[in-house]
């Protein structure tokens, strides 16, 4: 019986596949613009700051919301929201993203309670509403955010889903280490990868990869937020969220992944 890596070699010769430059071009067409969210340290919020994106301070409100909570009724922690413009990669159905979340249950994933992510497809700014911080919140830093363009590819746990070819081949150029046959190309086409906060793009998984299917393909990241020092947040033990949506469906899903 042959081995996968047989198969995998006899597939990829048929397909004329074979080398590093091979691998180079299969992974080029997959590169992905993604808007690097850069959490600045903490300041003084300025006047209105519920109108600017920003991590910590005050959300924006309209007449008749009321502040986010649990099925019980525990107050969430406001943990940041983007006012979407031409030049972030966010869908452009969408006006502006927050996401509330409660770190006593620390939820892991979409199927458990203490999480909100709000979407906003149409802003009444004229209906603006200042809801007062629950008190038992703790007081969190206000951070204003710094956007920077980048290009992302699929990390390694990831690239199977979007290019099978490219994890065979890589399999094929470093048996015993595929993972680096990968991550030469990817240096090389974009540079070096890390985690970050960021809108779009692809998810850079810390363990496996996670993203949830749909139409037998992965559901789009709309945001992955790291732990993030100026910010005073901490998922897990050094982790990172991952919140996916469809824009036809309205479909959300939520994952935390740690050390």
């Not at 067409?29 to 919020?45: C, F, H, N, W, Y």
């Not at 999480?115 to 919140?137: R, T």
Request: charged share 25%; proline share 7%.
């Amino acid at each position: 019986m042959s081995s996968h890596f047989d198969q995998y070699k006899a597939e990829l010769e048929h397909l004329g596949l074979s080398t590093i430059e091979d691998l180079e071009k299969l992974a080029k067409p997959l590169i992905k613009t993604t808007t690097k969210m850069e959490v600045q340290k903490a300041s003084r919020p300025p006047e209105n700051s519920q109108l600017d994106s920003h991590f910590g301070g005050q959300p924006y409100f309209e007449i008749g919301e009321s502040w986010p909570t649990t099925d019980n009724g525990v107050p969430l922690q406001f943990i940041f929201q983007v006012f979407n413009k031409p030049d972030l990669e966010l869908p452009k159905s969408i006006e502006l993203i927050q996401f509330f979340y409660d770190f006593e249950e620390s939820p892991w994933d979409s199927t458990d309670d203490g999480l909100k992510i709000k979407i906003y497809k149409k802003l009444n700014k004229d209906k603006i509403n200042f809801i007062e911080q629950p008190e038992e919140l703790p007081r969190n830093k206000y951070c204003e955010i710094k956007f920077i363009p980048t290009e992302t590819l699929p990390d390694w746990d990831g690239i199977d889903s979007y290019e099978t070819n490219a994890s065979k081949l890589s399999c094929i150029l470093n048996e015993d280490k595929p993972w680096e046959s990968y991550g030469t190309v990817v240096k090389k086409l974009i540079g070096e990868q890390d985690y970050q906060s960021q809108l779009g793009g692809y998810p850079r998984w810390i363990q496996a990869d996670a993203a949830p299917q749909q139409y037998n393909k992965p559901l789009p990241l709309l945001f992955q937020i790291d732990s993030e020092d100026n910010a005073n947040i901490m998922w897990g033990d050094t982790g990172v969220i991952y919140v996916f949506y469809d824009e036809v469906t309205d479909r959300t899903e939520f994952t935390l992944q740690c050390l």
